[in-house]
């Protein structure tokens, strides 16, 4: 069976997704979780964008064991420089270098001629290859490129020791059957790619990325890159999951697959999206909450009768199952111990005491405790973070013909409490009012979302919130019963987060 090679870049593309910034500690969770998914290669940053990504490339690279983890590099001696100091300690190091090759790029961009690209890219290649053995060479814009110019640039990559060539759709322009050509011709006409791999890089502009990804296949390619849930730069990259399920699915017509362990997609979906903050639309193909759901009552009967006739894959496919053991408030830590792993959470002693801890006190609040709130418990745990404040209480104070208001108690790291009082237009306004003057951080609300993480009334509320100061973004979320506690707890999420980021850039 031909093998196609995933690179999952949803820390590196994913990350550049307007309001998305992930800190070391969730790199690395993601990067756990992708190594446990089975991805061939992990593109964790690009290393030369700042220390903190260089730090976070770094813990990555020394964290993975079992994917080829990759840093992002311009053709430049910096940049191949930061790869080389990021990946130190890596197993299987890669260098990905990169070079604009469309007219478009050359002339604005660049401000080079086709001459001046080749040697440029040629010198880059030429420095690398002292320091790495694995290189994957990017033609940005590779879709909007003379194809005969693509040629010649994959020619001089493979001559100067590139072992991946990567032929991007940076702006998601092509429609399959464009971008499927170009690979058959590279394989047809570039001498020595049969010594090489060929990537397929796309992006959704125009909502054909995974499209595009297998007509690439077909056309050749060895492998397709992409992030989890589509996330990334503008409309976003090839969403892997589809590509991986489309492969799975459709095996008849492409005879190809990946090695992915597709049973880990939920849940690698379900954390990229709770990491990023970036909510998976209901409809979303393969992880979308309705992707297995049947309203109609024709298809209701026709699952009812023989389950292939309104589902092309099942559920369980990709790790979603029914559970068997439902948690309340009687359940036991040897019961909750049981569900987590079923649910694939095997915690620590400290790590599940903490999580029974929480589960108890949800457990008093809410009647049923759902696969989703429990899910909720431990990811939340897995990425405490280094805190400047945390919420300690919370009063609101609300009616329809009154201003509301609201009283925070903060705590510092240092143990201090600050305690402020606020009134606003509605509840949440109050709440953040109060919290501003408690913490003295002067910050705009670029962005506030709110989704229920379970079913019925009690549900636990998740809130997401994108803070702004001084050109600096930040996200932040929160999960409670309550959804003012929860809109208060994502705010002091996101200024923790705000403060990290600010010493980091101060540290520069
Ligand atoms: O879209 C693109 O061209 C990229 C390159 C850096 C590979 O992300
Ligand atoms: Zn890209």
Redesign the pocket.
């Known amino acids: 069976m031909r093998k196609i090679y995933i690179f999952d870049?949803t820390l590196?593309?994913g990350e550049?997704s307007p309001g998305v910034n992930l800190n070391t500690r969730e790199k690395l969770e993601i990067a756990y979780q992708l190594e446990k998914l089975g991805v061939d290669r992990i593109e964790a940053g690009f290393p030369a964008a700042s220390p903190g990504d260089l730090a976070a490339v770094n813990a990555v690279a020394r964290a993975v064991k079992n994917s080829t983890v990759i840093g992002?590099s311009r053709s430049r001696t910096q940049d191949i420089d930061a790869v080389r100091e990021a990946l130190q300690g890596a197993e299987d190091p890669c260098i990905?270098l990169?070079l604009?090759t469309s007219p478009i790029h050359r002339k604005y961009k660049l401000k080079m001629e086709k001459e001046q690209v080749l040697e440029t890219a040629q010198a880059a290649l030429r420095y690398a290859r002292q320091y790495f053995s694995k290189i994957e060479f990017?033609c940005?814009?590779?879709g909007r490129t003379e194809i005969d110019f693509l040629c010649e640039m994959t020619a001089m990559a493979i001559r100067e020791g590139a072992t991946v060539v990567?032929i991007?759709?940076?702006?998601g322009y092509l429609y399959p059957q464009e971008y499927g050509n170009i690979f058959k011709t590279l394989k047809e006409k570039v001498p020595g790619i049969e010594k090489i791999q060929l990537s397929a890089?796309c992006?959704d502009d125009l909502g054909m990325a995974t499209a595009n990804s297998l007509a690439a296949i077909v056309g050749g390619a060895d492998q397709i890159?992409g992030t989890i849930n589509g996330i990334g730069?503008r409309a976003g990259?090839t969403a892997l999951e589809e590509v991986a399920l489309a492969l799975e699915t459709r095996n008849d017509l492409f005879g190809a697959k990946t090695t992915l362990e597709l049973t880990e997609i939920a849940r690698t979906s379900r954390l990229v999206s709770r990491l990023t903050g970036m909510v998976v639309p209901g409809n979303k193909a393969i992880v979308g909450a309705n992707a297995f759901a049947h309203e109609s009552g024709i298809h209701q009967d026709g699952m009812l009768k023989e389950k292939t006739t309104y589902e092309i894959m099942s559920p369980e496919t990709i790790g979603l199952k029914e559970s068997k053991l439902v948690l309340g408030k009687h359940s036991g830590r040897h019961a909750f111990r049981e569900k987590l792993v079923e649910m694939g959470y095997t915690l620590e002693d400290e790590g599940l005491n903490e999580a029974f801890a929480k589960f108890k006190v949800l457990a008093d609040k809410k009647k049923d405790v759902t696969d989703e709130d429990l899910l909720s418990i431990v990811e939340e745990k897995i990425v405490d973070q280094q805190q400047s404040f945390a919420l300690e209480t919370i009063y609101v104070s609300y009616g329809n013909e009154s201003t509301p208001s609201a009283k925070v108690r903060i705590l510092t790291a240092e143990g201090e409490k600050l305690e402020e009082e606020a009134e606003g237009n509605g509840s949440v306004d109050a709440i953040y009012n109060a919290i501003d003057r408690a913490t003295g951080e002067e910050v705009k609300l670029a962005d506030y979302s709110i989704k229920s993480v379970s079913h019925g009334k009690d549900a636990q509320g998740e809130v997401h919130v994108v803070l702004s100061q001084n050109g600096l973004s930040v996200q932040g979320r929160g999960l409670s019963t309550d959804i003012l506690e929860a809109s208060a707890r994502a705010y002091v999420d996101a200024l923790n987060r705000l403060i990290e980021k600010r010493n980091l850039q101060a540290a520069k």
Request: aromatic share 4%.
């Open positions: 870049t590196r593309d550049q992002l990905h990169f604009a990017s940005e814009d590779a990567n991007p759709d940076t702006v890089h992006h890159e730069e990259n």
